[in-house]
């Protein structure tokens, strides 16, 4: 079976419940303007997304300390699912919220595009089996919570990109209390960094690393430092929105003749000479310095 159509027609939400009831299994992919992304299931249920490479998954696990690298080439031969060869101290509940929050972030992501297309292929696989099922309907409840939060987020913190660092000085305050999983978020900041950068340190979505530095921004433990680069995104940003600013001409002085320097500077250093009888020497001899030719030419125009 394969099913297309327009995200305008056919909202992202709409389309998953479709393939629920239907118990369908293969892999719907979303082409926006500026966002891919592609989710499995398996008889109707989720078994993980991603708008990234598949390989991702590998860093996001090991980030999270649920798997060894070492085990991971069993994944890749498809040996074992990646629920088999979780670490040792890992567990299946903590792969299954962690890849509900990957999945719910992604349809938060692509519900936010009305102007792509799907496609749903059962011939298309996941590159990678996880061996875990999660339901369509929690998580699109998930991703309609996300739409709604993200907004008080920007307001805090407009992109995914911004740089944010630790307060200097917190004088004003006896005691900051913070929880565990704030100082995991404030220990992969390295002192600076961006709600994106921390993810991927941590094997964590934008949105859950997000909606802990926004709350440490309000308390005053965090502040933005900087803008984030043209290329940078929010969830939501039109790529097409961003303005580019030219970069200035560089002056000339009326006094100066427009030279290329790289081709004087070739000039200078290769140019060789000739006897005076025109015939050429045997060996290549250095001309004379650079410094010496401008002086002659001075010379020449008194």
Same mark, same amino acid.
């Given at each position: 079976m394969s099913l297309t159509g327009a995200l305008e027609a056919f909202? #992202? &939400?709409? +389309?998953?419940?479709?393939?629920?009831? /239907?118990?369908?299994? !293969?892999?719907? *992919?979303?082409?926006?303007?500026?966002?891919?992304?592609?989710?499995?299931?398996?008889?109707?249920?989720?078994?993980?997304?991603?708008? *990234?490479? @598949?390989?991702?998954?590998?860093?996001?696990? +090991?980030?999270?300390?649920?798997?060894?690298?070492?085990?991971?080439?069993? +994944?890749?031969? *498809?040996?074992?699912?990646?629920? @088999? +060869?979780?670490?040792?101290?890992?567990t299946?509940?903590?792969?299954?919220?962690?890849?509900?929050?990957?999945?719910?972030?992604? =349809?938060?992501?692509?519900?936010?595009?009305?102007?792509?297309?799907?496609?749903? /292929?059962? /011939?298309? $696989?996941?590159?990678?089996?996880? $061996?875990?099922i999660i339901d369509i309907d929690a998580s699109i409840a998930e991703a309609e919570r996300r739409n709604t939060q993200w907004t008080e987020i920007e307001q805090v913190i407009p992109a995914i990109t911004f740089h944010l660092r630790m307060v200097p000085d917190l004088t004003d305050r006896n005691e900051v209390p913070v929880p565990a999983a704030h100082w995991r978020i404030l220990a992969a900041l390295h002192g600076e960094g961006s709600i994106e950068e921390v993810a991927r340190r941590l094997g964590m979505t934008d949105f859950a690393v997000?909606? =802990?530095?926004? !709350? #440490?921004?309000?308390?005053? #433990?965090?502040?933005?430092?900087?803008?984030?680069?043209?290329? $940078?995104?929010?969830?939501?940003?039109? &790529?097409s929105a961003v303005q580019e600013v030219a970069p200035e001409p560089p002056r000339e002085s009326p006094d100066e003749p427009d030279v290329d320097d790289e081709v004087l500077l070739r000039s200078a250093l290769s140019d060789v000479v000739a006897t005076d009888d025109g015939q050429e020497v045997p060996a290549l001899a250095r001309k004379r310095g650079l410094g010496a030719r401008v002086q002659e030419a001075k010379e020449a125009g008194e």
């Amino acid at each position: 079976m394969s099913l297309t159509g327009a995200l305008e027609a056919f909202p #992202l &939400p709409e +389309v998953l419940r479709l393939l629920a009831r /239907s118990n369908k299994s !293969g892999t719907l *992919r979303v082409d926006g303007a500026d966002l891919q992304g592609r989710i499995y299931l398996t008889d109707g249920s989720l078994t993980y997304a991603t708008t *990234r490479r @598949e390989e991702d998954l590998a860093d996001d696990l +090991v980030g999270a300390g649920l798997i060894d690298s070492q085990d991971w080439v069993l +994944v890749e031969r *498809r040996e074992k699912d990646v629920v @088999e +060869v979780l670490g040792e101290h890992a567990t299946k509940q903590q792969l299954t919220d962690l890849l509900a929050d990957q999945i719910a972030d992604v =349809i938060f992501r692509l519900m936010r595009r009305t102007d792509g297309d799907f496609e749903f /292929s059962e /011939s298309v $696989g996941p590159r990678y089996n996880t $061996g875990i099922i999660i339901d369509i309907d929690a998580s699109i409840a998930e991703a309609e919570r996300r739409n709604t939060q993200w907004t008080e987020i920007e307001q805090v913190i407009p992109a995914i990109t911004f740089h944010l660092r630790m307060v200097p000085d917190l004088t004003d305050r006896n005691e900051v209390p913070v929880p565990a999983a704030h100082w995991r978020i404030l220990a992969a900041l390295h002192g600076e960094g961006s709600i994106e950068e921390v993810a991927r340190r941590l094997g964590m979505t934008d949105f859950a690393v997000a909606q =802990i530095m926004a !709350g #440490l921004a309000r308390d005053g #433990l965090l502040e933005v430092v900087d803008m984030p680069p043209p290329a $940078g995104y929010g969830y939501g940003e039109d &790529p097409s929105a961003v303005q580019e600013v030219a970069p200035e001409p560089p002056r000339e002085s009326p006094d100066e003749p427009d030279v290329d320097d790289e081709v004087l500077l070739r000039s200078a250093l290769s140019d060789v000479v000739a006897t005076d009888d025109g015939q050429e020497v045997p060996a290549l001899a250095r001309k004379r310095g650079l410094g010496a030719r401008v002086q002659e030419a001075k010379e020449a125009g008194e």
